[in-house]
């Protein structure tokens, strides 16, 4: 565990701790927390975690993650009440920040409409989704439920700046950005607190679906949920990069990808129980026939009709160097065309602007731009695994990070950190047959192991569901 890691963490258990006392309606409110998303605007305590001399500073000293999951089991021990099962209610699915992504077909084919409550946030469907909403089902918002607590809340906040004021000079607590940001996650937390608690008493739930614990929303629709005895299940939202958005495990049931998250997870304290390879609805839909043909994207996009198609996946300008490294460093561009996709996709990224050879794929989505790559090349993303499960040979800009889980570390010389070397290693590829050797079984040995799925993932989480409802 490396030093950031363990200050990390041991900062969280001291939050915890120190905000201990902060409950309402009996639940304790800092467990309910997003704790990254409280101390990512503090730039001098982000540089601090990664210096030994900031341990000393912490009361929680912590060598394995195991010990925070042990914190979070004590916690949902004291809370959880013993599961009934609660045949004939209903199947609710959350959906914040457009994270559950259940495809159209797969809430068709595999979730009755009259038995689905499909719950989201206020305001949420006012941007264009990548999953609009399914005809036929039912969808309310949290705020159908709310009640007024503007006393609670006053009484609540005024406690927490007592607590902070107990601590001067704290790294943490005296930041603005803490406060404020922490002011607004208790108002939302007691709120879902009690939304979740008048959903329970308007409506019979038998299982709750959410696609992530990681934040307040969802998180504490899952702790309410366990005190009425109603099981959930939290989905994976995309690939375990790094354990800050994957720990601590809340819900009954984790729905992961594969082995790699099995293991992940019972090396970091969790029962074997408690996670179920699932993988995830939205992947079932990787091999359907693209919307658009292959040949009209490549007229639209003015390809080269004998050129490779070569999918570049970008993340805004992150990395901007480093990609524009890479595309220097190709010796086979006249063999290529190169379609870049940015997220969130933008038509006038630098890299298009500079490359007069890279091409913007804005008004495309993504498997069908997948369905048309011949490669895939992407910084260390999701897509990666969605490109190999369409059968697509990939290559990832793959740079280590504090709590760097090493998910594509199998993929070996496919996975770079240098992006010159990446470059040289793809152009390897372009031109020699042995390296598309190596490469295909690469790919085939990382799908084999990371998502063996002989069924469709819906299928998979509804004979999950069964269990209960």
Not at 155 to 161: G, L, N
Not at 390 to 400: E, N, Y
Request: one cysteine or more.
């Amino acid at each position: 565990m490396d030093t950031y890691s363990k200050n990390y963490w041991g900062l969280y258990l001291d939050f915890l701790d120190d905000f201990k006392e902060l409950i309402y309606q009996g639940y304790p409110i800092a467990y309910l927390s997003h704790y990254r998303s409280l101390i990512i605007g503090n730039k001098r305590l982000m540089r601090d975690l990664q210096s030994p001399e900031f341990t000393r500073t912490i009361k929680n000293k912590i060598q394995t993650t195991a010990a925070v999951q042990q914190k979070f089991n004590t916690f949902r021990t004291s809370v959880r009440k013993k599961q009934r099962v609660r045949k004939g209610g209903m199947i609710v699915l959350h959906d914040v920040y457009d994270l559950l992504r259940f495809p159209e077909k797969t809430l068709k084919n595999h979730f009755p409409p009259s038995k689905t409550l499909i719950l989201e946030e206020k305001g949420m469907k006012k941007k264009k989704e990548s999953f609009p909403r399914a005809s036929g089902f039912k969808y309310k918002c949290f705020t159908d439920y709310q009640v007024d607590i503007s006393t609670a809340v006053k009484k609540v906040k005024r406690k927490a700046r007592e607590i902070i004021a107990s601590h001067p000079g704290h790294p943490m607590y005296t930041h603005k950005t803490f406060q404020t940001r922490w002011m607004l996650q208790i108002v939302k937390i007691m709120n879902r607190i009690n939304e979740s608690m008048q959903l329970f008493k308007r409506v019979h739930v038998s299982a709750i679906v959410v696609p992530s614990t990681h934040y307040p929303e969802s998180r504490t629709l899952v702790i309410v949920a366990s005190k009425y005895g109603i099981p959930t299940v939290s989905m994976q939202h995309g690939i375990i990069s790094g354990e800050s958005g994957f720990i601590p495990k809340i819900a009954d049931i984790d729905a992961v990808y594969g082995p790699f998250e099995t293991e992940w997870f019972r090396a970091r304290g969790v029962a074997a129980e408690e996670i179920m390879e699932v993988g995830h609805p939205r992947f079932d839909e990787i091999t359907r026939v693209p919307k658009v043909s292959r040949a009209s994207m490549m007229k639209k996009l003015r390809l080269h009709p004998s050129r490779k198609n070569v999918l570049l996946i970008v993340r805004s300008q992150n990395k901007y160097k480093e990609w524009d490294q890479f595309l220097k460093k190709l010796t086979v561009k006249q063999k290529l065309n190169i379609i870049l996709k940015d997220f969130p996709n933008r038509s006038n990224h630098p890299l298009i602007k500079n490359h007069s050879y890279v091409h913007s794929s804005v008004g495309y989505e993504l498997y069908d731009l997948i369905a048309m790559a011949d490669v895939v090349v992407t910084y260390f993303s999701t897509v990666a695994l969605e490109a190999m499960l369409a059968g697509k040979t990939v290559f990832i800009l793959d740079r280590p990070f504090a709590g760097y889980s090493g998910y594509y570390t199998k993929m070996g010389d496919l996975a770079q950190k240098d992006p010159g070397k990446l470059a040289g290693i793809f152009s390897e590829y372009i031109r020699a047959d042995k390296m598309k050797s190596y490469a295909e079984q690469k790919v085939k040995d990382f799908v084999a192991y990371a998502y063996a799925a002989k069924r469709s993932s819906g299928e998979r989480l509804m004979n999950l569901l069964k269990r209960w409802v």
